[in-house]
């Protein structure tokens, strides 16, 4: 009953690119948000082959990147939070629809937990579980305190180029795209230099990304042009990032009508493990849990060995109960 799909869905009048992977499609479903806004993760397929033994994994290019950019890159409509959502949700009902009676998990890592959080909120019957990765729980609190570890890790270093951009812009709020983007780069690799254990695993994620994609690979769009990967990403994130820099968990309420599952890098500056600790405290819901990657910094999807055992080690309980 293995299944290999890559398929363009019509999700509120727009063809966006999804893809269905798993080796049984009695497992339960896997619907993966990936980051961004304009960082497709499909892919990531061969490096992610070991999770589909445990679930049908469905990842979705979303608006403004991908297969879906590509396909029609002058119709991508408004990109805002709601309508990501709205999408989202509709993507959700399709997979369901699909997949009659086997529980669906939602993933979200970076943006796409900001999106999760907003969906399992807004629609809990579609969803078994959450799983936040690199979770987001505040744009004001998460952006001026990855600012000053940021600084206070460029002092430490030494790191004098960094000082200097950093406290040239200041902290935020920014009104300019310009001065988000000092923030980012010195919360994030390279600017912020790898711990050990990080820099080993992007080595290997790349190692497993880096044999030639086979010509009958059904994860890869054919037949399309090839935008610029980097302008097509600095674009969306030029429309997106003033909304998502006031966006805030607590805006959704502490009640959630499923589980809820946070894995977090020790060293993510980015969205910073202090205040996602402080939100998950004080949210309630079925059954809620914290697990830190050692190590890891925001990217935590290049730990896809830990994510998995993980994964299996929470989720799969709460599915078989």
Do not use: C
């Amino acid at each position: 009953m293995a299944i290999d799909e890559g398929l363009f869905v019509e999700i509120n009048g727009l063809e966006q690119w999804i893809t269905i992977r798993g080796r049984d499609a009695a497992n339960p479903v896997l619907l993966i948000l990936h980051g961004g806004p304009g960082f497709p993760m499909s892919f990531m397929a061969p490096a992610l082959a070991d999770w589909e033994k445990d679930y049908t994994l469905v990842q979705w290019d979303q608006p403004a990147g991908g297969a879906t950019y590509a396909k029609t890159p002058t119709a991508q409509g408004p990109l805002t939070i709601e309508r990501f959502v709205r999408d989202g949700l509709t993507v959700a009902e399709y997979v369901a629809a699909r997949f009659p009676r086997r529980p669906i998990v939602l993933m979200g890592t970076s943006w796409g937990s900001l999106l999760g959080l907003t969906m399992i909120h807004r629609r809990p019957e579609l969803f078994r579980a959450y799983v936040g990765a690199g979770q987001v729980v505040s744009g004001p609190d998460g952006h001026r305190l990855g600012y000053e570890l940021g600084l206070t890790a460029a002092r430490a270093r030494g790191d004098a180029a960094a000082i200097a951009a950093l406290e040239k812009v200041g902290p935020p709020p920014y009104a300019r795209f310009e001065d988000f983007l000092v923030r980012q780069t010195y919360t994030n690799p390279p600017g912020l230099p790898p711990t050990p254990k990080e820099a080993a695993a992007t080595a290997e994620l790349g190692r497993k990304l880096a044999a030639p994609v086979p010509a009958d690979a059904r994860y890869v769009a054919r037949g399309l042009p090839q935008p610029n990967f980097m302008e097509v990403f600095m674009a969306t994130q030029r429309q997106t990032f003033a909304e998502v820099a006031t966006w805030e968990a607590r805006a959704l309420g502490l009640d959630f009508k499923v589980p809820v599952l946070v894995i977090q890098g020790d060293h993510d500056l980015n969205t910073p493990l202090p205040l996602v600790r402080d939100w998950l405290d004080k949210i309630h819901a079925p059954h809620k849990a914290l697990e830190v990657i050692e190590g890891a910094g925001h990217n935590v999807f290049a730990f896809e060995a830990e994510l998995h055992s993980l994964l299996n080690k929470h989720v799969r309980p709460l599915l078989a109960a």
